[in-house]
């Protein structure tokens, strides 16, 4: 089982700036693809972002030039650079991972394993 954990979230205001990390503590997991999502309470959870391992990246176009994915292999984390952030950015992010070998798009129809969110607020 891959463990997952994000930080970084918080309250911030309309305009500003959050970095989200997440790490995977234990062995190193080999995922094919690895991903930002969200949730607002009572509505689906959409993609955000996710990052190949060859490095190449996708975007929700709601998130397109506002929010920059990447990842550091030797720490094992993923991050989320948020800037430009609006009202409507606020829910809870989550990391997700994908099997070894899956496709990578922004669907969390290919992701397998879950982190357990954390909440970012942007107030107006």
């Known amino acids: 089982q891959v463990q997952l954990v994000e930080s970084g979230g918080g309250s911030v205001q309309a305009g500003g700036s959050l970095r989200l990390s997440c790490s995977a503590p234990?062995?190193?997991?080999?995922?094919?693809?690895m991903g930002w999502f969200r949730q607002v309470p009572g509505k689906e959870r959409e993609g955000v972002a996710v990052?190949?391992?060859?490095?190449?990246?996708s975007y929700a176009d709601s998130v397109k030039g506002r929010f920059t994915i990447s990842q550091d292999n030797a720490k094992n984390t993923l991050y989320l650079q948020m800037t430009s952030l609006k009202p409507e950015d606020t829910a809870m992010y989550y990391c997700?991972?994908?099997?070894?070998?899956?496709?990578?798009?922004?669907?969390?129809?290919?992701?397998?394993?879950w982190g357990q969110g954390t909440q970012v607020t942007v107030s107006s």
């Open positions: 234990g062995d190193p997991y080999s995922s094919n693809c």
């Open positions: 997700a991972a994908s099997l070894p070998r899956s496709w990578c798009y922004v669907s969390e129809m290919y992701m397998k394993y």
């Open positions: 990052i190949h391992s060859d490095g190449s990246t």
